[in-house]
């Protein structure tokens, strides 16, 4: 499908790699303005020179409402508007709630979830403007749990909510709200916990699809377009993890409890083990995090 862009600004957070990065290019390859923005400066100004005139980036921590509101300012008077914005920005830590500082779960669930709240307060006024579209990076993980990824878990299902109920409080104002789910994902973000844990890359092998399956961030990245153009409610990457989605009573119940917690005695502290031993909290290629453990 060829999703017509042409004109459209869209404003992307996390947009430095990965994802957006990735949604960036191809977002522009189909007409639209896109606002770089992230917290790795040096790799926004370098993707917005690739992609040539009528684009621009700003360093901004979603965490970080008044650094938000400047690069909301810094699209308008760049680009003249927002059509869309993509909350994309977004952090995974490396350990079990026992093994981690409770400042590094706290930062995980305010970058994943404050920060998605914050982008959307930020941008909402210039979107309305033009009857636009938002779409909330969620996950897979909204809908299953697994050791190692209570932070996480918890944030994505918390934006997931957050954007049921904000569909119905910003329809009558004309805008779209979408939530994506998306398993896992070829990025550093993914790369970066494979690298730090055997126990982990052999525990997606085990899972069956789509749990298991690893997907390219092109792949993503056009199934993020399509749905843009489409004004969807629901973007699914893989297709399959809408069954997953649907599956989630059972998924959540005490029968999908017992095949993770027959694993779980064994499993667990040989995850917590493989992540001490790298000293770090966060993946090596983390923007801004304070990788080292205290």
């Known amino acids: 499908m060829t999703t017509d862009l042409t004109g459209k600004v869209l404003f992307i957070t996390g947009a430095a790699r990965g994802i957006g990065e990735e ?39 979603v965490t970080d409402q008044a650094s938000l509101e400047v690069a909301v300012a810094t699209t308008v008077r760049a680009l003249g508007g ?3 914005v993509i909350a994309n920005a977004g952090i995974a830590n490396h350990g079990t709630v026992a093994e981690s500082p409770a400042d590094v779960i706290a ?7 404050i920060g998605v709240s914050r982008t959307v307060s930020a941008t909402v006024a210039e979107v ?39 569909r119905f409080e910003l329809a009558h104002r004309g805008i ?4 994506a789910h998306m398993g896992w994902i070829d990025t550093d973000l993914v790369r970066d916990v494979k690298a730090d844990s ?50 989630r009573p059972i998924t959540f119940s005490w029968i999908g409890d017992l095949p993770v917690l027959a694993q779980a005695k064994q499993m667990v502290p040989r995850l917590e083990e493989q992540f001490r031993k790298t000293g770090r ?7 801004g995090m304070g990788k080292t453990r205290t």
Request: net charge positive; hydrophobic share 45%.
């Open 107 to 113: 930062r995980v669930m305010e970058v994943n979830l």
């Open 128 to 166: 309305e403007k033009r009857q636009g579209y938002l779409l909330l990076v969620s996950s897979l993980a909204a809908f299953t749990a697994l050791p190692g990824m209570a932070a996480y878990c918890g944030a994505k299902a918390g934006v997931e909510n957050y954007g049921n109920a904000l």
């Open 198 to 247: 055997s126990t982990f890359e052999e525990t997606l092998k085990r899972l069956p699809y789509p749990l298991g399956a690893l997907t390219s961030v092109e792949d993503c990245a056009n199934a993020f377009l399509e749905g843009i153009a489409r004004r969807k409610r629901r973007i699914f990457v893989p297709k399959a993890v809408a069954l997953v989605a649907a599956a």
């Open 82 to 84: 927002i059509d869309v």
């Open 281 to 287: 909290t966060f993946g090596a290629t983390s923007a």
């Open 23 to 61: 949604t960036a290019r191809r977002a522009a390859a189909r007409g639209a303005h896109v606002a770089a923005v992230g917290m790795e400066p040096e790799r926004l100004e370098k993707l917005v020179t690739e992609l040539g005139p009528g684009h621009c980036w700003a360093e901004c921590d």
């Open 176 to 179: 779209g709200v979408g939530t």
